[in-house]
């Protein structure tokens, strides 16, 4: 397709996505943890890394002035494109200082970048980090209900059996593994009388 150029100033939605003036864009060829993705520390505990590498980005290039050439259009209707600021390629920065990773499925632009931060544990490299890629995977997988009529979660943890609703707190996040015995349900009725709780919040 015919490259189209989008200026303007850069308000940052997450480490590999931003409005560049009313455009909205995804970064070619990166690709960053999920807003509500956590990392493992190398203590392993819990490390909120999709908010952090969001915060880099917005000190480094928020409200900043962008160029960018749009190399192509994703499946959600965002603009694909290599952005800089004072000639800075927004991409190669970000990868360099480990806030995303190379998405080398879409293009090799910045893998030496990536391998660079990796080698000295820069940004991301020194946490355990599961791929964004997969962990869209995994979210998205015990997350839809397979009967969109169904949507009552009823998951089993550390503090029994509990349904969640939409809208609830934790319902988003809460993914559903009937090898596990968990289940959807289609009211709450349902989820009550099969021994479920609700959840408080």
Known sequence: MAQAEISGAVRVIDADTVDVGGTRVRLHAIDAPEQ??????????????????????????GGRHATCEQVDTDRHGRAVAKCAVDAVDMGAEIVTQGWAFAYRRYG???????????????????????????????????????????????????????????GQAFYERTGINEARGERWFCSAAQARDAGWRAALR
């Open 36 to 61: 509500d993705q956590t990392c493992l520390t190398e203590h392993g505990l819990p490390f909120a890394c999709g908010q952090w590498a969001s915060a880099q980005v917005v000190e480094r290039f």
């Open 108 to 166: 090799m632009d910045y893998d030496l970048d990536e391998k660079a931060a990796y080698v000295t544990d820069r940004g991301l490299h020194g946490f355990r980090v599961q791929s964004p890629a997969q962990f869209r995977r995994t979210r998205a997988k015990g997350r839809i209900p397979p009967n969109p009529a169904c949507r009552i979660k009823g998951n089993i943890s550390a503090n029994g059996q509990i349904y969640h609703v939409p």
